[in-house]
Structures are given as C-alpha cells and as structure tokens.
C-alpha cells in the first residue's frame, strides 16, 4: 500500500539491481484467443528452434522477426532441455541467452557441494542480417552461438533463405557445434592452414570471447524448408542436420538413425505455439514459445480523456482573481502535473512542480495547458511548466497561450495541433511568485512518503540449485527537509528465501579478491528484518547545465559511507558527463549498524553517450575503482522500444585476470525494465525491471546507489 503523498519514482541504477516483476512478465505474455481465420501466416511470429532463436529445430535460419519480438521458449530433446529467453533487439540483430540442462551429467562430482544437480550450461547467441531478401537474391545472415560460454554448444554459421510460394527454404554452412558433421571443406583453409583446426573446450574460465576459434575447423552444410499449410497456424518442417553428435559430451552416448529432423509447429495465437518433432531418426522433441513484441505492447487506457474547451465557460478576468488552489487541484486531476508554486512576470505565468502520471510530459503538458486556457484571463500569452524535482530544475515546457487557444477551441480554418504551440528550455528565473504549496495548511501537505511493496530477487544458475531467490516486502521511505536536503530509507522483511543452499562461504576457499559480493549467503540469511537504505542526501545545482550530490549513510545491504557526484548535462544533449568518488566500509550482515572493517575508495567517471546512428540507443562507459580494489572500466549500451521498454547489457574488465575473477573471467549481465504504463489500464510513471548476471564474482563490481544524477535528470534528455 502507499500514501497519497508525493509520488517519487524508483531510480534503477546500473547494474540494475531491482527484483524481476513476475505479474508484469505474466501481464505481457498472457494467452489471447485463438487466431482470427482471417489473419495470415506470414503475419505471425517466425517460429524458434531448439535453441530460442528463429530456426528450424537444431539449424538457424536468416529470417528475423519484426523489432522488439521477445520470447521465452523450452524444448526437450531427451539429453537436452534448453529455456531460452530471445530479442529482437534491432531489425538486423536478434540476440538469446539460454540455458541447457544436459540432464545425463551432474553439476560436480562432489555432492556436498552441488548435490544432484544435472549440469546447467549457459549460452549467448547473436543473429546478424546481411541483407534482405529480393526478387532474386535470398536473405543472408551470419550467426554465432554460445558466445562467451563453456564451448559446448558454440559454433558459427552463414545462413541463406529463399520463400517460394508456401515454401521458405533454407541453405547454410556451419563451424563448431555446427559443422561436426564434416561433409564440406573448410573454404577458410584456402586462405590460412589455422583455419583449419578448432580446438575443444573453452580456454582460462570460460565466459570469454573465443574469437581465435570462430569460423575454423570442419565445416558441414545444413539446410531445410517450412511449408506452411492450408490450416491457420500450422507450419511442417524438415531440416538436414549438420551435427553427427559423436562428440557431444551429453552424459552418454547419442544415436544417430538420420541425419534428417521432422517437425510440426503450431501457433495458437501471436503470444503463444507449440512445437513438436522427431530427430535423429529415434528422438521424440518438443516444445513451447511464449512471445510479445517490445515495440507495441499496449494496454488500453481508462484514463481521463483529454479535456475539451469549456467555451461556455468564462476566464477570469485577470490574475489576481484566479483560485490558484483550485486550478493547482484542476491541473493535478487532468494531468498529474503537481503544482509547487506558480509565478508571473508580464504576461507569462510560471507553474513550477513534477509529473507524477504521465510518461509522455508533453501530452501532460497538453493536458494541463488546456485547464489554464480555460482558466487564466485573455491576456497571459506564454505558460510555462518548469520541471523542479529534488532542488535541481530540471526543464521548462513553454506553451505559446495564442497559438494553443486557436487550435483548443478550434478557432482556425488550418489543422493546428496544440502540441505545436509547444517547446522546451532552461527554467527561466526571476518570476514574481504568486501562490505555493507551502502556504497550505499542514493537513493538507507533508513532507513525510511512504510505500509498501513486494519484492523478488534471484540469481540463477548457481552449482547447489538452479535458482536462488529470496521473496519479502520493501518499505520505502522519505522525508524532505526542504527542496534541498532529505533523508531516504528502505527497510526489508523476508518472506522465504533458500540462500541457505549457497556453498560459497567465507572461509571456504582462499580468495585472492575482498569478499565484496560473493558473501551474499551472510547477508540473505543473517535477519529477516533488516535496513536496506539509511541515508541523508543533499542535492545542489550549480547553473543550468551542473548538477551535484552529497550523500551519507547505508548505501546498500552490504556497503556504508560517504559520498559524493557530480553531473554535467545540457538540455536535449547527446552527452552527459559524470563523476562520483565513495568512501565507504563493509557492513557487518550480522548487525544492522555494524560496520567491518574492510574500507575502499570507489568512484568512476562517467560519459553517457545517445548514439547519433543508432537510434534510442545509449552507451555508457564508467571508468574508475571497483568495490574489491580492482581497476578498470565498466561497459553499459541500452536501447529503448517505442513503448519504452529499455533492454541492457553491461561488462566490467578490470585489471583482475581471469584466473584471479573465477569462473566466467569476467562481470556481466543483461536487464530489462519495464514501464508500468505498458502493462495497466492506468498511466503511471512507475518502472520495474528484471537483470540476470550469470555469475556473483567479486572483480568488476560497483557500489549500488539508490540515487544516481543522470537518472534523477532524465527529463533533460
């Protein structure tokens, strides 16, 4: 539950560190009626192999489905179930994480550490289009699989296709897992002998680029064709299979009757199919795919239309018999523009506050603009809606009061659109202030916000069970000081959690990194009620363009201390640049204030980077001191769909060897987060999210911080 109070959105630093929304990702991938007979084939979704990706059943194809196209998929192949989550990240790149459970092999040998567990290998895929297909040349792509992994699976391939009426053929050459069946030479041995061999395995501890292995070795050809049917939905395979499966390391041997697969794949609906096949000549498969689009999810609205004139209605006839309270409670109603103070100077009046509902601030803008239009006397020529949020303003939306009325109320015979009337800059200062949310009694405004809300936090694919999770409640908590200072917490209460299972303890092994994040049993385990936050924030801004915090406290779960950062960020600019610098000391999982005392100075410089050819596409590369000591930089790119999803991958590479990182060589991860507006029948500005590291190592790891400038700033962007 939450109060009626100030509404405060949830900053999600990098890496993010929110828990996974179950509810929401049930939201999106819920199960419509079956197809319309109307709709046609080529409408639907192309459909996902065995691994994830658009395929087959074990070979890709070049087809790529529309941008924003995500899907979780499982299939069983008897030695092999594989639980893939797949992006179509661009039109030209689709991009998988799987994981495989080779049910025939245990995790280790050694049962006290990882018990029965069947071994879970990871793998990242990547799809890359060449070119589209024409009226005489096929579509080509070139792909990898198990990138960065163990090596089991990986493997390389070019891949043509060429549709023919109902029948969409598919031709390619494979490498690695991909070419064990050895039936064409390696055209790359032409050009240098080491090309020729590929060697086994993967090389240090795993979870690196093998890029001295790509493209060598024995190749093989593969292909095969889907046929889709009279019967709505229904597409019949057969594919050529370019693995003879004498090496695989499945646990036990694997037969092979046929070097040919037969399949049948049936889509029940856009969001949800079915797949069935019969492989090798002896192996029953099959599987399911769950699928939305990132690019148009939407959730239809109930919210309040947008406002008509109130022709009937009169203005007042000038400022001073305004009821700023009343148009204040107006404005909030139609546009959940909170309203802090308003000013004039001339003919302009300034409304200074934040949105709290709409993601889109100018159709908020619009909404409240249409409420002064009817409200403010004839002679205010230029609203202002300037954006003050946690002492910094942020931007200023300018509304040309003339030019908005015409189109308003319809009064010119040219197609005029209020938003035209509508442009952005700095918060202009030096107003004559009129009314502000101050001057209301304390039973009207407090400073004081609360919220409850449930959380999730997992890791997967640890060695002692394939999910670790811990479920509780988060209490949130602010009080604001003045437009400057506050003081923020979060408290935590577990539910249930199984971090009991996690085998990597404190003395367990002879680490040579500080224990900065694999200690994360301790601090599961240690209380059911614990403080997740306790800091005290100061924010300044120096002049339009600088920001600047100060900040002391309980950072996080594991770390304290004290620290500060600095942002530079233009209005509307393709690059901000930031610094923090931390001081801070280990918290002791045992004591809610204790401290330890391991201590480390961290801080990065930043550059945050919109990618001028890529659009709604962002770079961020940190570099500066990690949690353990270690230096190096750290590697953010993130795209944003047109429903605001943004999809995340990040990298550390510090000067921490592989050998001294572990198991995976080096930090990385994905992350998703979620607008709730996209998901409800209510706009909202709330966001959730979901990240997946492979691996908790202690090399490359940063100081989680509630509050980062350039997220608190975003507006500007």
């Known amino acids: 539950m939450a109060s009626n109070m100030k509404f405060k959105k949830a900053y999600l630093p990098a890496p993010l560190a929110a828990a996974p929304l179950a509810v929401a990702m049930a939201t999106m991938l819920y199960l419509p009626a079956p197809l319309a007979a109307a709709q046609q084939q080529h409408q639907l979704p192309y459909a996902a192999g065995d691994y994830g990706?658009?395929?087959?059943?074990?070979?890709?194809?070049?087809?790529?489905?529309?941008?924003?196209?995500f899907s979780l998929h499982y299939?069983?192949?008897?030695?092999?179930?594989?639980?893939?989550?797949?992006?179509?990240?661009?039109?030209?790149?689709?991009?998988?994480?799987?994981?495989?459970?080779?049910?025939?092999?245990?995790?280790?040998?050694s049962p006290g550490f990882s018990n029965n567990q069947t071994l879970k290998d990871k793998g990242f895929d990547a799809k890359i289009l060449l070119w589209q297909e024409s009226d005489w040349l096929p579509q080509v792509a070139v792909g990898f699989r198990d990138l960065a992994g163990t090596g089991i699976f990986a493997g390389e391939y070019?891949?043509?296709?060429?549709?023919?009426?109902?029948?969409?053929?598919?031709?390619?050459?494979?490498?690695?897992?991909?070419?064990?069946?050895?039936?064409?030479?390696?055209p790359f041995c032409e050009v240098a002998d080491r090309f020729c061999d590929r060697t086994g395995g993967f090389t240090g501890s795993g979870g690196k680029f093998e890029i001295d292995k790509w493209f060598r070795g024995p190749a093989a050809l593969f292909g095969g064709v889907n046929y889709y049917t009279p019967l709505e939905g229904l597409t019949l395979q057969a594919e050529y299979d370019p693995n003879d499966y004498q090496q695989d390391n499945a646990g036990r041997a694997i037969v092979v009757d046929?070097?040919?697969?037969?399949?049948?794949?049936?889509?029940?609906?856009?969001?949800?199919?079915?797949n069935l096949g019969y492989q090798r000549g002896n192996t029953l498969s099959f599987g399911f795919t769950l699928q939305t689009n990132f690019d148009t999810l939407w959730t239809p609205k109930v919210d309040r239309p947008p406002r008509k004139a109130q022709l009937e209605q009169s203005p007042a006839a000038s400022l001073s018999d305004v009821d700023m309270q009343k148009l204040s409670a107006d404005i909030l109603l139609e546009s959940g523009f909170v309203v802090t103070d308003v000013a004039e100077q001339h003919s302009t009046v300034t409304l200074y506050g934040y949105h709290s509902r709409f993601r889109d601030h100018e159709s908020a803008v619009d909404r409240a603009a249409r409420v002064l239009a009817d409200s403010l006397p004839e002679s205010a020529q230029r609203y202002e809606f300037a954006e003050v949020s946690n002492g910094f303003a942020l931007m200023q939306h300018n509304v040309n009061a003339e030019q908005f009325k015409k189109a308003y109320r319809g009064e010119s015979m040219l197609p005029l659109e209020t938003t035209d009337a509508i442009s952005t800059s700095n918060v202009r200062r030096g107003s004559n202030r009129m009314y502000s949310s101050a001057e209301q009694t304390d039973s009207e405004v407090t400073n004081f916000t609360y919220q409850f809300k449930p959380f999730v936090s997992q890791s997967f694919g640890g060695p002692e069970t394939f999910v670790f999770y811990q479920v509780g409640v988060m209490a949130n908590l602010s009080y604001q000081l003045d437009d400057h200072f506050d003081i923020s917490g979060k408290i935590g209460l577990n539910i249930h959690n199984?971090?009991?299972?996690?085998?990597?303890?404190?003395?367990?092994?002879?680490?040579?990194?500080?224990?900065?994040?694999?200690?994360?049993?301790?601090?599961?385990?240690?209380?059911?009620?614990?403080?997740?936050?306790?800091?005290?924030?100061?924010?300044?801004?120096?002049?339009?363009?600088?920001?600047?915090?100060?900040?002391a406290g309980y950072f996080e779960r594991m770390f304290a201390g004290v620290g500060a950062e600095y942002l530079y960020r233009p209005l509307n600019s393709d690059i901000a640049l930031g610094l923090d610098l931390n001081y801070v000391k280990q918290r002791d999982p045992y004591s809610e204030f204790g401290l330890e005392d391991y201590s480390v100075l961290t801080g990065h410089a930043s550059l945050y980077w919109d990618l001028p050819y890529v659009d709604d596409s962002k770079l961020i590369v940190r570099a500066g001191r990690f949690l353990a000591k270690d230096i190096g930089t750290h590697i953010e790119f993130t795209h944003t769909f047109n429903t605001g999803i943004t999809a995340g991958a990040y990298a550390a590479f510090t000067n921490v060897s592989a050998e001294e990182y572990g198991?995976?060589?080096?930090?990385?991860?994905?992350?998703?987060?979620?607008?709730?507006?996209?998901?409800?029948?209510?706009?909202?500005?709330?966001?959730?999210?979901?990240?997946?590291?492979?691996?908790?190592?202690?090399?490359?790891?940063?100081?989680?911080?509630?509050?980062?400038?350039?997220?608190?700033?975003?507006?500007?962007?």
């Open 53 to 69: 990706g658009v395929g087959l059943l074990q070979t890709p194809t070049a087809r790529m489905n529309k941008e924003g196209e």
């Open 75 to 109: 299939s069983d192949t008897q030695e092999y179930r594989r639980m893939a989550a797949t992006l179509q990240l661009f039109p030209w790149l689709e991009t998988s994480a799987r994981y495989t459970d080779i049910r025939y092999r245990l995790y280790s040998q």
């Open 158 to 186: 070019v891949v043509a296709n060429k549709r023919f009426g109902d029948f969409d053929f598919s031709l390619g050459m494979g490498w690695g897992y991909l070419g064990r069946r050895d039936n064409i030479k390696n």
């Open 258 to 274: 046929s070097p040919w697969n037969l399949g049948a794949h049936y889509a029940y609906s856009d969001n949800l199919s079915f």
């Open 498 to 551: 199984n971090y009991d299972e996690f085998n990597f303890l404190v003395d367990a092994y002879a680490e040579t990194l500080p224990r900065v994040r694999t200690r994360i049993r301790e601090y599961n385990v240690g209380t059911d009620l614990w403080i997740e936050e306790l800091q005290a924030n100061y924010n300044h801004q120096f002049s339009d363009n600088h920001y600047a915090t100060v900040y």
């Open 663 to 717: 198991e995976g060589s080096f930090t990385k991860g994905f992350y998703l987060t979620i607008p709730f507006d996209v998901l409800f029948n209510e706009s909202s500005k709330g966001v959730g999210g979901f990240a997946w590291s492979p691996l908790f190592r202690d090399g490359g790891q940063m100081l989680y911080r509630s509050r980062q400038l350039y997220y608190m700033t975003e507006s500007r962007d």
